[in-house]
């Protein structure tokens, strides 16, 4: 049974055939990532994770890296069931979970999907592929680096994905925090991948006093997945 075959969340012929593409374009890129971190995989096997090289992110300019098609469709869910609004998302790339966000943000009657890219030429890109989706309406990715492109957000935040380099996403994590709305979900990809990178930002969200309830789930390269139960005052 193809991927267009089999029964989708999203329910939405076009988009998936346009989903399907993307994912399909990842796909092809897989096995240079796999000769990228051949070095690394000892320690990934081991559990220890990839160490995280902020110094060298080039290789990553043209990458999609995504996150996995059931990924997507769980996000989508899950945005959703908590008729999520107002979405951000820290590293666009191409679109790929823009548009299962952006997808949920139409069928729960309106909204933004607030991305953050500053690879010039992802920006443009993930533009156009949101735009064949038909879903630009429901999308504003800010260009440039987010811990400057986010200072500006004022309004509520129902649920947030944290899917880019991570040396950052703490520091995200903490602009966007009080925005966050008690109920509200923070979704982070590859947290065991790059388990020393996010360390600091997992323990901040497993820290009960910061006001998250958190659990890794066994998804890709380890999901974690929060939600907020209460304000800090």
Do not use: C
Not at 132 to 147: C, F, K, P, Q, S
């Amino acid at each position: 049974m193809s991927q267009l075959s089999k029964p989708s969340a999203l329910n939405d012929t076009k988009i998936e055939t346009i989903l399907a593409r993307l994912h399909a374009e990842a796909d092809k890129q897989f096995g240079g990532l796999i000769l990228h971190y051949l070095p690394k995989l000892p320690g990934l096997l081991l559990g220890k994770g990839i160490k995280w090289d902020q110094t060298k992110t080039e290789f990553y300019n043209d990458k999609y890296i995504p996150i996995e098609r059931d990924q997507g469709e769980l996000i989508y869910l899950i945005a959703r069931s908590i008729n999520a609004k107002t979405i951000v998302e820290f590293g666009t790339s191409f679109g790929i979970s823009t548009i299962y966000l952006a997808t949920a943000v139409r069928d729960n009657g309106g909204g933004v999907v607030i991305g953050t890219e500053i690879v010039h030429e992802k920006v443009l890109q993930a533009r156009k592929n949101i735009a064949e989706a038909g879903l630009e309406t429901y999308v504003d990715i800010r260009e440039g680096d987010a811990l400057e492109t986010l200072k500006t957000l004022n309004q509520t935040v129902d649920l947030v994905l944290i899917d880019g380099w991570t040396h950052l996403a703490l520091d995200v994590l903490k602009i966007l925090d009080p925005l966050i709305r008690p109920g509200g979900i923070i979704i982070s990809d590859n947290v065991n991948t790059f388990k020393d990178g996010l360390k600091s930002y997992v323990e901040f969200l497993q820290n009960p006093a910061n006001g998250y309830r958190t659990s890794t789930l066994n998804l890709k390269g380890g999901t974690e997945f929060s939600v907020k139960v209460k304000e800090i005052s």
